[in-house]
């Protein structure tokens, strides 16, 4: 009688095979999503180092250097890979669009949340999820036979430049800025709200001095990640910037960013290269940069954890 | 005798009601009065008829079992219920119409303050609290400031605990602290009457008394009206106290009447413990 018991006790039930089943397919999957990332980021920086220890080129130099020329060699005999102008396109296209697209996009978050939330759950939030959607090459394409020609007709020059880069980010970050705000402004509790409302403050003192200080670092991570969106954006902005490897002197003027150099470079080069490992440095600097956008969030993330 | 008011189909029960009007037993003269006062949230009528009056510098309690309307119709007073539910009729404050909607609801709000259940300091500090309506209002005078932050909070009845730490976060305060901060900072803007919306259900019995001692005390100067769960602490606190029961203020009286000899049968069912 209770060696039967015992038996059953001990013998593994169905129900207890498939739970050991399922958390053995649910760990493979994570250990091939991290084995996966690990791979990139040790593919990236042993290729993107591969120019400063096979090829002797100086980091500072790779880093400063303004100009940008991998079949030449310098002066010194080494490669002319200074890598500033792009370095300098990436992040005045980045700051430049997220400068731009903040107000429109608190604003429209603020008509969302606070002002009309049912118009804004109606209309604006399946306008913004479909521009998420939109591929980038459509963006790139409006910006080309629409912006480029207009701010060659508003500000001069060839209307390739870091000012139609910036108008197509623009567009393109709106988004992603708008509806991650719209998730901060709701995160703030109701009773601030009533709280503010209840001492006489009006709707536009209480969204300013309450709800917009409470969402302060929801907001952050908004801008942030727009800017890691628009830094790491390369099709579209390739489209309209001019890819001309120089150190931008205005903003109509022809530049271009790490990932154009990447996008109109990397077809052309053989692997293995003199030529190839100078863009896989660029990759890498994006990765470094992405990282760091990455940190940055996490950062303000746990900022705002704690005053909550 | 045990009676649940949503199976009952004696109408009488229904329509016997007992409202007394304070200024008759009292020189206090009416500072707040309904009439047909009706609240609806889409097509569900919440409220049906709250004719009340309330007397100056004295405590109201409302009570009566959840889903009772209670706390909407408090909410409807200082006009906190726009944009949630429809509230028709009239809100008498001081004889002017405050339920029309050419009303400054900013303006009125300043003059009926409203304190809620969950303790609802800002993320700023203590001070900061207290100065929040002021400064909306242009006040920025620091001598001025720091006067009425005092007195605010020494009103409050909780100077004493904080003095020393004014610009410390108001969220690192017990909930009790909290409470207490948020009624000094509702009487910061010198309201006329203060709208307390269960203000004691998230707090401890030690905090809770001395809750209840503030409010006591701030009587003199302000006219309360208190949402309680809490029926002894109606008991307690209030002068007055009006029961509630599924959208109607069916008894209104001295709160000693009510507790010992309340003139409704669901009235007395509800303080002798039979519902609710």
Known sequence: MNSKLQKQLLKRSKAAKIERLGKGVSFLALMLIVLTVFAIIIFVTSKGLSTFFSNHVNVIDFLTGKNWNPNVTNAKGQPEVGAL??????FVVTILSALLATPFAIGTAIFMTEISPQRG???LQPVTELLVGIPSVVYGFIGLTVVVPAVRAVFGGSGFGILSGTFVLFVMILPTVTSMSVDALHSVPRYYREAALALGATQWQTIYKVVLRAATPGMLTAIVFGMARAFGEALA???????????????????????????????????????????????????????????????????????? | MLINPASTHQ???????????????????????????????????????????????????LIGPSGSGKSTFLRSLNRMNDGVARVAGQ??????????????????????GMVFQRPNPFSKSIYDNITFALKRRGVTDKKTLDEVVE??????????????????????????????????????????????????????????????????????????????????????????????????????????????????????????????
């Open chain 2, 91 to 112: 809100i008498l404050y001081r004889g002017v119409d405050i339920n029309r909607p050419e009303i400054d609801v900013y303006e009125m709000r300043r003059r009926i």
């Open chain 1, 121 to 123: 759950a109606r209309i």
């Open chain 1, 85 to 90: 102008p792009m370095i300098t396109g990436s």
């Open chain 1, 237 to 308: 902005v390739q489209m309209v910037i001019g890819n001309a490897a120089l150190l931008p002197t205005s903003l109509v003027s022809p530049a271009s960013t790490l990932t154009s150099v990447l996008t109109t470079g990397i077809g052309n080069t053989v692997m293995g290269s003199m030529q190839n490992n100078a863009l896989w440095s660029l990759a890498l600097v994006l990765l470094i940069m992405s990282l760091i956008f990455n940190l940055i969030i996490r950062l303000i993330g746990r900022r705002g954890a704690i005053t909550k």
């Open chain 2, 151 to 276: 007195t605010s909070l020494k009103q409050a009845a909780i100077w004493d605990e904080v003095k020393d730490q004014l610009n410390k976060s108001a969220l690192a305060l017990s909930g009790g602290q909290q409470q207490r901060l948020c009624i000094a900072r509702a009487i910061a803007v010198k309201p006329d009457i203060l709208l307390l919306d269960e203000p004691a259900s998230a707090l401890d019995p030690v905090s809770t008394g001395k809750l209840e001692e503030t409010l006591t005390a701030l009587k003199s100067n302000y006219t309360i009206i208190i949402v309680t769960h809490n029926m002894q602490q109606a008991a307690r606190i209030s002068d007055y106290t009006a029961f509630f029961n599924m959208g109607r203020a069916l008894e209104y009286d001295k709160t000693s009447q009510i507790f010992t000899s309340p003139k409704v049968q669901l009235t007395n069912n509800y303080v002798a413990g039979d519902f609710g």
């Open chain 2, 11 to 61: 109408d009488d029960l229904w329509l016997e009601r007992h409202i007394v009007d304070p200024s008759q037993d009292n020189r206090q003269p009416i500072i707040l009065e309904t009439k047909q006062l009706h609240v609806y949230y889409g097509d569900n009528e919440a409220i049906y008829e709250g004719d009340l009056k309330f007397a100056e510098h004295q405590i109201s309690a």
